[in-house]
């Protein structure tokens, strides 16, 4: 069990000079999963391999239970990692990985017999202890992987996009066996992926990140519904929310704006300080767009149907705003009798709708999160 | 249609095979007769076979002093071009240093130059180290002369194994030395037999440099041995050939011994 805490913490990489990871602040709760989410290039291995001892600190302070861990060694952070490509050592047995960290420790035979066969029980590796990785399946190397991980009972646990390597079905039963494993071990796990539906399934809370930097940090539901920034609203989400520049209306209502050719009124609550004529972000999730009047605050619009995809349970249409030619990405529950072409007209459920500044920043989640 | 591929391929193989192995079943034959009757017909077939050529070879002509001392040397050899070469390679392949690059282009250089340029200075230094007319200096030569091609090789396979093996190992609590040691060196077993088997046959049929270092009758290897048979007017065929089956010995054993990982080694996608 252990509090992992990120501060300041800084990589900065000799031959490019420019920062990889920048100024990461993040406290790891006892028992929480924190999953660290972002595009590739984003900075979230690298923040983790800093946590692994992998990879040297530039600046700030790493602490594992308010002990400074920047200079201890990673094996000495009681610390275990599960790799994208498993590392499973290809010349041993599934038993000797398992018991290769554990014969380290000087732990005593008998003991390390007895917790890799409790672990291969567990994760039902049992019949596969004398094989070697390479006579494994993809699911089952994962779980040895896991397995060697689990073997040595760390304070903290790290997974470095552990189920990218698996095909779809193998990745949603092992997300599944990840998550029951965090809830029987209650261990501290920071997991990285650039998978958003493994985020928001598997975290207790979600980090994401860009460009070396974290851009907001939440649970599942808080971050999805209430987006710090344009980064975060056009991130998660499948399709992600729609995002669409315009302004303040001028001369008008400080709290409306122009959208497909007509004003209009948020309500009190959407665009708290703006002036005027001031450039926004008018952000709306495609589940929040209908086609039949939504809510007593919903608005209509016309849309010109660009392109429609009828995917059974669900009909995702592509529509252009047909006043101001804004690009519109429409979820809609069930079929949908249209082709690309026709006119129609949707509903905007302004009371699920976000605004954000000129620097991408919301202006409704502060509001949302003091009510 | 596919019967008649087959035989082609069959009748190519065969003809193939006679070609490469023809020269080495006549040398057998050779051994296993006289000088005489050999010159009375280079091709005949060996009746009676001459066994008694082997025991005379190894006890009268000094064969079991030669074999002692080729395997002496290339053994001792070997066994530092390895784990040298091993270790050199691992460190360039998974290291960032400074000039790393350029220690490594300046050891692949070394590979384009012809042997003979270095002899006169290689002699002028074992000559003033005392180190002439020693099996130790010959080691010594032979693991120089071996090590930028034993890098060479090794590099290419250490750099493909994957990182995050040796990050594991790392975080499993493994010093540097014993991740070298547990896990690149076995990982990357097929490429070192590869070298081994390379250096042992390289270095057992190495004659240019053990000619102008070794000149005593109690250090000279087998090269130098068969060598003796050849005199100025005549030559012992029979002895040579049988000499030479005594030198090829081990060469086929090692073969034998490490074929399937040297294969493996060739082949490689070894590491996943």
Redesign the interface.
């Known amino acids: 069990m252990a509090i992992v805490t990120l501060d300041s913490l800084t990589k900065t990489y000799e031959h490019t000079g420019r920062p990889a990871v920048e100024d990461v602040s993040l406290e790891i709760g006892d028992g929480e999963l924190m999953v660290l989410l972002g595009p590739s290039g984003c900075g979230k291995t690298t923040t983790l391999?800093m946590i692994?001892?992998?990879e040297s600190i530039s600046s700030g302070t790493l602490s594992i239970d308010g002990r400074v861990v920047n200079r201890v060694p990673?094996?000495d952070r009681d610390?275990?990692?599960v790799?994208?490509?498993?590392?499973l050592?290809?010349?041993m047995s599934v038993k000797e990985n398992l018991a290769?960290?554990l014969r380290?420790?000087s732990i005593a035979k008998a003991e390390i017999e007895r917790r890799v066969a409790n672990v291969a029980d567990v994760l039902g590796l049992k019949d596969l202890l004398h094989r070697r990785?390479?006579a494994l399946s993809g699911g089952q190397r994962q779980r040895v992987a896991l397995g060697?991980a689990i073997v040595?009972d760390p304070k903290v646990f790290l997974f470095d996009e552990p189920l990218s390597n698996l095909d779809a079905a193998l990745r949603v039963s092992t997300r599944g066996e990840i998550a029951s494993l965090h809830r029987r071990l209650g261990a501290t796990m920071i997991y990285v992926t650039h998978d958003q539906v493994e985020a928001m399934t598997l975290g207790t809370r979600i980090c994401i990140m860009s460009s070396g930097r974290v851009e907001q940090v939440g649970s599942p539901i808080d971050v999805y519904r209430y987006p710090a920034n344009t980064f975060v609203a056009g991130f998660l989400g499948n399709p992600p929310m729609n995002l669409l520049e315009t302004r303040v209306v001028e001369g008008g209502d400080a709290r409306s704006i122009q959208l497909g050719g007509e004003t209009v009124r948020l309500g009190v609550d959407r665009v708290p300080e703006s002036r005027a004529g001031t450039p926004v972000t008018f952000g709306i999730r495609p589940e929040h767009v209908a086609v039949a009047p939504a809510g007593a605050a919903s608005v209509a619009v016309t849309t010109e149907i660009q392109q429609i995809e009828r995917l059974g349970a669900e009909t995702v249409v592509i529509a252009h705003l047909a006043a101001s030619g804004h690009r519109l990405v429409i979820r809609h529950t069930g079929d949908l009798e249209k082709r690309p072409g026709d006119d129609l007209v949707v509903w905007l459920d302004l009371a699920q709708a976000h605004v954000f500044d000129a620097e991408g920043d919301s202006l409704t989640a502060r509001i949302d999160r003091r009510t | 249609m596919a019967i008649l591929k087959r035989s082609a391929l069959l009748i190519l193989l065969t003809l193939y095979t006679a070609f490469a192995a023809g020269p080495f079943v006549w040398a057998a034959m050779l051994s296993l007769r006289t000088t005489t009757e050999i010159h009375r017909d280079h091709f005949a077939l060996p009746n009676p076979v001459h066994w008694e050529k082997f025991p005379d070879a190894w006890y009268n002509s000094n064969y079991s002093v030669y074999f002692a001392n080729s395997l002496q040397v290339v053994l001792a050899a070997v066994v530092v071009l390895t784990l040298v070469g091993a270790m050199a390679a691992h460190c360039l392949a998974r290291y960032r240093f400074r000039l790393n690059r350029t220690i490594y282009f300046i050891l692949f250089s070394t590979i384009i130059f012809p042997p003979q340029i270095t002899i006169i200075s290689l002699f002028q230094i074992l000559v003033s180290y005392g180190l002439y007319n020693s099996k130790i200096g010959l080691t010594l030569v032979y693991v120089a002369i071996q090590l930028p091609l034993t890098i060479y090789i090794l590099e290419s396979f250490f750099a493909r194994i994957?990182n995050?093996?040796f990050?594991?190992?790392?975080?499993?609590?493994?010093s540097d030395f014993e991740i070298f040691w547990r896990?690149a060196f076995?990982?990357a077993?097929p490429a070192i037999a590869t070298t081994v088997i390379l250096n042992f046959i390289l270095l057992w049929n190495e004659f240019l440099f053990a000619v102008v270092l070794i000149t005593d009758e109690s250090n000279r290897t087998l090269p130098l041995g068969i060598q003796r048979f050849i005199g100025d007017t005549q030559e012992d065929v029979g002895m040579i050939a049988t000499g030479l089956m005594i030198a090829i010995i081990p060469v086929i054993v090692v073969y034998a011994f490490f074929s399937e990982r040297l294969i493996q080694g060739m082949t490689a996608g070894?590491?996943?």
């Open positions: 391999r692994a001892g992998l990673a094996k610390i275990a990692m790799f994208q490509s498993y590392a050592y290809p010349h290769f960290g380290r420790r990785p390479h060697r040595r | 994957p995050d093996l990050d594991a190992a790392r975080m499993d609590g493994y896990i076995p990982v077993l070894a590491v996943k």
